[in-house]
């Protein structure tokens, strides 16, 4: 049904598979569980705001949804459509040091707003990153969104303890890795995300540490309609639980000042049903 759906939008524009693939997807959610989870992921963290302010979120965040995937789905005219978009912040000439001193780095984003795009435009600039991804069970599927991501950097590493060996060697070789540590980890470190504690993977910081990488926190939010891309300031290096909490709350502010370009669906702090 996927690629049918994605045969009959092609001929569209890029914008106009996005309004309609945002719109089914907005669809989708709220006819199944994934509404309930967004809404009570909104009442945690922001329990004092109306119930129709919330279903505002939830719907929009939907429709981003389906916009970014888009951008995977397509993502050769999406690469194509963000050729000119110019990077911004102090983190690039970060990212362009540790480069030309042979050095690997560690972006960190999160899903938000168009996350693909931080991909594409380092390997526009000569910073070509890889990532980590996992491996989709639905085997109709799962060849869709790797040939997606693949156009974003290489190399793509399937998460696994093979995986994690995988992408030592590349960060050691002074390759660049992009990773998303905002969904929730069984073994992660419970670090406030949203003034709400949630388990948080110490990965990214615990790499930088270790081999010594400026740990860069990357953003790709849609502001007034315009797609921005934003490298800020590394992270210093103290501990990975400091570091973690500093990269959480500077997702959590981007969150704040836009809420429904955040991935709310996710279950990022396991709640339990009532």
Request: net charge positive.
């Amino acid at each position: 049904m996927l690629r049918l759906l994605l045969l009959l939008v092609a001929p569209l524009s890029l914008d106009r598979r996005r309004k309609v693939l945002g719109f089914v997807t907005e669809w989708l959610v709220c006819l199944t569980p994934l509404h309930r989870r967004a809404d009570r992921n909104l009442a945690l963290v922001w329990p004092d705001r109306p119930a129709e302010d919330r279903t505002a979120i939830v719907h929009a965040a939907a429709r981003n949804a389906g916009r970014s995937l888009t951008g995977i789905w397509f993502n050769a005219d999406f690469a194509r459509e963000v050729a000119d978009l110019r990077p911004e912040g102090p983190g690039l000439d970060v990212l362009r040091t540790a480069r030309a001193e042979g050095r690997g780095a560690i972006i960190v984003s999160g899903h938000f707003g168009q996350w693909e795009a931080i991909r594409h435009v380092m390997k526009r600039e000569g910073l070509e990153a890889g990532a980590i991804y996992r491996p989709n069970n639905n085997p109709y599927y799962e060849p869709i969104f790797r040939a997606g991501i693949d156009l974003g950097g290489q190399p793509i590493i399937p998460k696994g303890r093979n995986g994690y060996r995988q992408m030592i060697k590349h960060i050691r070789s002074g390759g660049f890795m992009a990773l998303l540590p905002d969904q929730h980890i069984g073994d992660g470190a419970p670090l406030p995300f949203l003034d709400h504690d949630a388990k948080t993977s110490l990965a990214a910081a615990d790499l930088a540490l270790r081999y010594d990488l400026p740990l860069v926190p990357a953003f790709a939010p849609e502001v007034d309609g315009q797609l921005h891309v934003i490298f800020e300031d590394p992270i210093p290096h103290t501990n990975a639980e400091t570091m973690m909490q500093v990269f959480n709350d500077r997702l959590s502010s981007w969150v704040t000042r836009h809420p429904s370009q955040w991935h709310w669906l996710h279950r990022r702090w396991k709640i339990k049903r009532s």
